[in-house]
C-alpha cells in the first residue's frame, strides 16, 4: 500500500521560509509523478508543483514561481518543497500526491495522497 507522510508545516511570519517534506513507501516502481497540492480555507484544491522521479521535470504554479522550488531525493523516496518568501495567501494545507501514471502528469486525480501538513502564514 502506498503510503505519503508530510513534515514541516507550521506558523511563520510573511516573509518567512518553510522547508516541507513528504516521504514515500510502499512501491517498487521507480517511476512516478510527486508532487504538492494545496488547499486554503474556503477554496479549491491547487496544483502547487510536481516532479518527475524518472527525469525531474518540474512544473510550478504561476502564483508560487520563483518562490518555491521542488527537489527531490529519489533514492529515499522522498520530495521537497522550500517555500521561500512566503505571504499569508499561501495559507493551506499542503497535501503530498503521487501518481504511477507517469503520462497523465501532474493533475489533480493523482493516484494517492498524503494526509497534509497545515502551513500558516501571519501578517
Not at 511563520?12 to 517534506?21: I, N
Not at 513507501?25 to 510527486?34: Q, V
Request: net charge neutral; glycine share 14%; aromatic share 10%.
Amino acid at each position: 500500500e502506498v503510503q505519503l507522510v508530510e513534515s514541516g508545516g507550521g506558523l511563520v511570519q510573511a516573509g518567512g521560509s518553510l522547508r516541507l517534506s513528504c516521504a514515500a513507501s510502499g512501491f517498487t516502481s521507480d517511476n512516478y509523478i510527486i508532487g504538492w497540492f494545496r488547499q486554503a480555507p474556503g477554496k479549491e484544491r491547487e496544483g502547487v508543483s510536481c516532479i518527475s522521479s524518472s527525469d525531474g521535470t518540474t512544473y510550478y504554479a504561476d502564483s508560487i514561481k520563483g518562490r518555491f522550488a521542488i527537489s527531490s531525493d529519489n533514492a529515499k523516496n522522498t520530495v521537497y518543497l522550500q517555500m521561500n518568501s512566503l505571504k499569508p495567501e499561501d495559507t493551506a494545507v499542503y497535501y503530498c500526491a503521487l501518481d504511477l501514471r507517469v503520462n497523465l502528469g501532474c493533475h489533480y486525480g493523482m493516484g494517492y495522497w498524503g494526509k497534509g501538513t497545515l502551513v500558516t502564514v501571519s501578517s
